[in-house]
């Protein structure tokens, strides 16, 4: 069961989506894989992303100039509630659309935004995020991976890790050091997968799946106009990039509904619904209905740089991993041979990630600690 986020917007109404979504032909294994995309996700999920582009729902947030809808946060939200409620995606990834668009959008020069914009927003380039390190995630700004100046652009030399999608990119936005300050000494640069020196490792994850990757970069060479602004400007940019990676994460709250449902159910057919077990689940789907108001809040203000969203990725991550706990403590042992609790287990596996990826729960109870309640700052 979910909320009603908003019944109309000045462009489409929530029963006309849904409709559209219904009639959609959907690509053989299409499945709602969440932000990114596993290897047998990606011929699947292209498809239905260049469906989607074909019908304007793609890059809904973009101004109108370069494609988008110019669609207002409650509207991006519905759409992804619609989404889940249909059980596909919303796009390839998060990637192109949410993190690079917007960022070329603001800093690009024009070539960049004339030769990435559009495949971004059709999906013919899949795009991912060099950020992390082993040595830098959280201190994100101490990373070592170096750019260093040639006769005609710059060389890269350095390690990423956790890269979501690497495998099947075709470019990469990746921050890098140019000088040894340590925040205005990075830059951003946009480069191609395939470059000579690139290569990518897949990790395979506890859930079986390989959704991310160690990219080693070893004298990479890129042009000039790989850099994206200036140099030094990195950091300010992959700010404004993780603000709206915050914005994007905290949609994944309308699928936890949906395994509540599943999870009353397992534990009806199994006659393990007692009064106990009745009160847990009743005060977390109490949380969830908190959680879906604070996102209504959070979206109708429509700033994505308001710390409403570090309380939303908070609450939205840690919810869910209590649905998870639940869920093994209700159905015990089944939960490892009953196939078709599959779905379940596999959340259970990989539900602990959101309260990691795009910023730990204590990063962002730091955020809060600091500029919300005006606490003194972390020693460092
Ligand atoms: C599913 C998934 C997908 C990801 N995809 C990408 C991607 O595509 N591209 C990319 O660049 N990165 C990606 N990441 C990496 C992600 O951004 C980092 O994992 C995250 O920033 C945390 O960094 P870390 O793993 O190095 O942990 P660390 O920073 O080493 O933290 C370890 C622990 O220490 C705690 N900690 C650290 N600093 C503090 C502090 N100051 N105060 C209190 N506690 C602290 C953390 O909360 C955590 O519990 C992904 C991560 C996951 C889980």
Not at 38 to 65: F, I, N
Not at 162 to 168: I, L, T
Not at 232 to 248: F, I, P, S
Request: hydrophobic share 40%; proline share 6%; charged share 25%.
């Amino acid at each position: 069961m979910t909320a009603d986020l908003d019944a109309t917007s000045p462009m489409i109404n929530r029963a006309d989506l849904r409709a559209f979504l219904e009639a959609a032909p959907k690509p053989p294994g299409l499945r709602n894989y969440g932000p990114t995309p596993t290897e047998a996700d990606v011929a699947p999920g292209t498809q239905w992303h260049a469906y989607l582009a074909q019908h304007g729902y793609t890059c809904l947030h973009w101004p109108a100039e370069f494609g988008g809808l110019d669609a207002t946060v409650m509207f991006q939200a519905m759409f992804a509630e619609e989404c889940a409620n249909a059980e596909v995606p919303r796009q390839f990834s998060i990637f192109g659309p949410d993190l690079v668009g917007p960022v070329l959008i603001r800093f690009g020069s024009d070539e960049q935004k004339a030769n990435y914009l559009e495949p971004i927003r059709t999906g013919q380039h899949i795009w991912c995020q060099l950020f992390s390190e082993p040595e830098a995630g959280s201190d994100l700004a101490s990373l070592r991976t170096r750019a260093r100046r040639t006769d005609t652009g710059w060389r890269i030399d350095g390690q990423k890790v956790w890269s979501s999608g690497a495998a099947a990119a075709d470019f990469g936005i990746l921050l890098a050091r140019t000088e040894n300050n340590k925040h205005r000494g990075l830059s951003m640069f946009i480069v191609p997968m395939r470059s000579p020196g690139i290569t990518v490792r897949p990790l395979r994850q506890i859930d079986g799946e390989s959704k991310f990757n160690e990219v080693f970069l070893d004298s990479v060479e890129l042009p000039e106009q790989s850099l994206v602004g200036r140099p030094g400007q990195g950091w300010e940019l992959a700010l404004a990039m993780l603000g709206r990676e915050r914005l994007t994460l905290g949609t994944h709250a309308v699928a936890m509904f949906r395994r509540h449902e599943e999870l009353i159910a397992a534990a009806r057919d199994r006659g393990v619904l007692d009064q106990v077990l009745g009160r847990s689940m009743t005060r977390l789907w109490a949380r969830m209905w908190l959680l879906r108001y604070t996102w209504q809040r959070a979206v109708t203000g429509g700033d994505v740089t308001s710390p409403e969203f570090s309380v939303l990725k908070i609450v939205a991550s840690e919810t869910d991993r209590d649905l998870s706990d639940l869920a093994t403590d209700v159905l015990g042992t089944d939960v490892c041979v009953d196939p078709e609790l599959d779905d379940l287990v596999r959340h259970m596996l990989v539900g602990r990630a959101q309260t990691i990826l795009g910023g730990t729960s204590e990063i962002q109870r730091n955020i809060l600690a600091e500029r919300v309640l005006g606490l003194p700052k972390e020693p460092h």
